[in-house]
């Protein structure tokens, strides 16, 4: 018998991934400013730490799987030390031009692309489509944290359906 | 220019649930017993209480995916008080009985059923691989709150990256 396959548009996933980046974007938008880069809860990361590795991962990651150029993971810019954003609107700045490197670069990925092996941040072997998964989740697990954080503050966090 | 097709195995779908899955039930584990029943930040609900959540959509989840069946959501157990676990055990092997539901049924979804518009648990209206991914999205929302919840208590998590 045939294996049963699923054909997604490549389009869909990008649209996914910004869909969950969009909810991201709006619980950065949620905190107080000094929250934002101080409360943490169980000697966790606060939550501008969080969506500092999400951006970065998104950044550079976006360009390794169009290009196979990766970074490596200690030259992550919020790793190296290189990205300090001082206040949320820096921190959504970056945001926004990272939403806008994902539209240039998701085209240029090919479907041969999505199923090659490629060495993620120099450091983990997966195929490129394992990569997006990777990504989505990662960023899904870090932001479900943040919605503790608002609501240890006190503060509604947005609708996680609404994406 | 023809759009770009990303095409999966539908067995990996399955798969990439079930790792999912896997890490939640170690969450699971995590817990002390009675701080699984009891403990909880912001007002949010205990960390048994969101995997029930977790537990029915994928209990009643797949069988409408596979035969187009929806529990209404009123009546999901956790939501009507019909699934109320006491202890770990019980909620584990719930747990458990499920993973091989998913695995019975899965194979039943046929390529063309994944791409069928479908009215999930008789409320919203998406196809069978849309709600593939919202409940997948959903369970890593939640399970990233345990992670929170594991750390507060001074319990280190299990790795996430570990599927």
Do not use: C
Request: aromatic share 12%; glycine share 6%; proline share 5%.
């Amino acid at each position: 018998m045939k294996a049963t396959q699923v054909t997604i548009p490549a389009e869909a996933l990008l649209k996914h991934w910004q869909g969950h980046r969009g909810l991201t974007r709006r619980v950065i938008e949620a905190f107080p400013e000094d929250q934002l880069f101080s409360f943490s809860i169980g000697g966790m990361r606060n939550f501008a730490h969080l969506a500092l590795e999400l951006l970065d991962i998104a950044e550079d990651g976006i360009v390794g799987m169009a290009t196979n150029k990766w970074v490596p993971m200690n030259e992550l810019k919020h790793i190296s030390g290189e990205r300090v954003p001082k206040t949320k609107t820096e921190l959504l700045q970056a945001w926004d031009k990272v939403t806008e490197d994902l539209n240039t670069y998701w085209p240029q990925i090919t479907a041969e692309r999505f199923h090659e092996t490629t060495v993620v941040f120099g450091q983990f072997e997966q195929t490129v489509l394992e990569a997006y998964h990777y990504f989505v989740d990662n960023e899904n697990h870090h932001r479900g944290q943040g919605y503790v954080y608002l609501r240890a503050l006190g503060i509604e966090p947005p609708p996680f359906w609404d994406r």
